[in-house]
């Protein structure tokens, strides 16, 4: 069972415009909302994270949008730049939860 | 900042033998994790360990699978004996508290089973 979806798989913007990478969960329990970036080779590393009291977080050119009632979030990138190109995980849990549940991944490519 | 450091970085060995996976997590932290990622996909979770006992595995931490922390030192995964289908990179993790706080992830050790 997927309890965390992402779309779209794979995304190509052009540098300067604003990435959306959108993500869905089905567990009504879920409160935490880490969001992380892999680039090849690495491992995932925290970009930004959200709980579920808030309906935005903004980290730079990083913001995550929070829909409690439709369990929808998304992570905008604005003014993308090719050093953005990599692969986000968002990924979900709470606090009676011993793990996170990862989404299967949105692979970013930001054009020059 | 702090890291969490996985030795080693690619591991190949011939299927059936066994083999160790290490991970040294951020020193005050609590919990840790094994994840397992194939082909730069999907991570998925295999277990975490707190206080020195498995709190809870999945279906793919088979009975191969081991995990310890013996007298804080590098918290193993050991895989005895290993099948192809364990090639992945393998991902540690640690977090001061639950995975509430998003745990801190290390590099990862690519393992290749022949």
């Known amino acids: 069972q997927q309890q965390v979806r992402q779309s779209p798989q794979s995304l190509t913007v052009w540098e300067g415009e604003t990435a959306i990478l959108n993500c869905s969960y089905e567990?009504?329990?879920?409160?935490?909302f880490p969001w992380y970036q892999q680039f090849p080779g690495e491992g995932p590393a925290l970009l930004i994270a959200?709980?579920?009291?808030?309906d935005k977080k903004e980290d730079g050119r990083f913001t995550i949008f929070f829909n409690k009632r439709e369990k929808k979030l998304s992570l905008h990138i604005t003014d993308s730049q090719p050093g953005d190109s990599a692969t986000y995980f968002c990924?979900?849990?709470?606090?009676?939860?011993?793990?996170?549940?990862f989404g299967q991944g949105t692979s970013l490519s930001v054009v020059p | 900042g702090p890291k969490v450091l996985q030795i080693p970085s690619h591991q190949i060995i011939d299927m059936g033998q066994m083999v160790t996976l290490n991970c040294d997590p951020v020193?005050?932290?609590?919990?840790f994790y094994w994840y397992k990622q194939i082909l730069g996909q999907q991570m998925e979770f295999l277990v975490n360990?707190?206080?020195?006992?498995?709190?809870?595995k999945s279906k793919l931490f088979k009975d191969q699978f081991s995990v310890e922390r013996p007298d804080g030192s590098y918290f193993t995964l050991k895989i005895q004996p290993t099948a192809l289908e364990d090639s992945a990179v393998y991902f540690c993790?640690?977090?001061?508290?639950?995975?509430?706080?998003?745990?801190?992830f290390g590099e990862g050790t690519r393992l290749s089973v022949l």
């Open positions: 993790a640690s977090s001061i508290d639950r995975a509430n706080q998003a745990p801190l």
């Open positions: 567990n009504s329990a879920f409160d935490y």
């Open positions: 959200i709980r579920s009291v808030s």
């Open positions: 990924a979900a849990t709470s606090s009676s939860f011993s793990k996170l549940v």
């Open positions: 020193s005050n932290h609590l919990y």
């Open positions: 360990f707190y206080n020195g006992k498995v709190m809870e």
